[in-house]
């Protein structure tokens, strides 16, 4: 069973950042392609970024390119979004999520991370 623990959210003002982390349990995080999505209150969930299992390939959502930056350790079985010069349209809940490919698709999400900017 894989679990997905976020954390590093919380309350900023505009213009600050923060970090988010990704915890994964079981053996398949090296594997797996690593993405971070959000979701605002009234609004559909979002991606932000994906990083392939390997490191490289990223990927961002226009509204975050420049300013978000997603990396991975896979001896940790960690991943992490670094986000700078935050916006108050940031503010959302951040979903760390995991896919990876074995005859079947398997996709595994956290239960979400709290991320508030302020003006």
């Known amino acids: 069973q894989v679990q997905l623990v976020e954390s590093g959210g919380g309350l900023v003002q505009s213009g600050g950042s923060l970090r988010l982390s990704c915890a994964a349990s079981?053996?398949?995080?090296?594997?797996?392609?690593l993405g971070w999505y959000r979701q605002a209150p009234g609004k559909q969930r979002e991606l932000v970024a994906t990083i392939r299992s390997s490191g490289g390939g990223t990927n961002y959502g226009d509204s975050v390119k420049g300013r978000f930056t997603i990396s991975r350790d896979n001896a940790k079985n960690t991943g992490y979004l670094q986000m700078d010069s935050l916006k108050p349209e940031d503010t959302a809940i951040y979903y760390c999520?995991?896919?990876?490919?074995?005859?079947?698709?398997?996709?595994?999400w956290g239960q979400g991370t709290q991320v508030t900017v302020s003006t």
């Open positions: 999520n995991l896919q990876y490919t074995a005859i079947k698709r398997y996709e595994y």
């Open positions: 079981g053996s398949i995080f090296s594997i797996s392609a």
